[in-house]
């Protein structure tokens, strides 16, 4: 007999603010990534944020320290993100799967990065729904494959639509999940930051990382 899909819903607090929801995620047995997991990362950055950046999931570091984004790949998302103009305090970090996944090799101890399958991206999705509950933002960008199938459904591709602007959340196949905001904000898919620190041409990558979230400032609104 098929098991019922497991699901973050019944830890999530109804009608919660992003520190109830920040707290309540520390005791979420919504999917098995919690096991082994430090803790929970949930999020970052003010409620009015204008910019809303998710990611796949904590790395080790961010897995220690409980922050989203604290990490190399962090690092080198500040410094992108510095380019093009956008502030730090207009920007909210998140991740579409609130624990750390990973495997260890053989005696060592160093953790290993496992991409989220997709019943754990599933699982996870209440966290997400409940955030942008609470976020209006004019802008949406997803860092990687994992956080755009998360956001716009699992036949979005990064490859075809990077660095294109759409309307959010009508991109997405679950539409119907995500709330809407008048006007709508602009969303946009790129890689992960990590990819960029793993690049052969890193500058080459960084470059073109910087373009992608370029497109996105150049459209928001004043303010």
Known sequence: MRQPARS??????????????RAAAHGCRGCDLYR?????????GPVDARVVLVGEQPGDVEDRRGEPFVGPAG?????????????PDQVYLTNAVKHFKFHTHGSSK????????????LACRPWLRAEFGLLRPAGVVALGATAAQALAGPSF????????????????ENSVEFPRTDPPARF???????????????????AEFVADLAVLARALPPG
């Open 188 to 206: 946009l898919a790129t890689v992960h930051p990590s990819s960029v620190l793993r690049a052969d041409d890193r500058h080459a990558a960084f």
């Open 8 to 21: 973050a819903e019944p830890y999530v607090p109804p009608d919660a603010g992003l520190d109830d929801l």
């Open 75 to 87: 690092g080198l998302l500040a410094r992108a993100l510095a380019q093009v103009g956008i502030p």
């Open 157 to 172: 591709r990064v490859t075809r639509h990077r660095g294109e602007l759409m309307d959010w959340p009508d991109v997405a």
């Open 36 to 44: 082994n997991a430090t803790q929970a990362v949930v999020s970052a």
């Open 110 to 121: 160093r953790r290993l990065h496992d991409t989220p399958k997709r019943t754990e991206i």
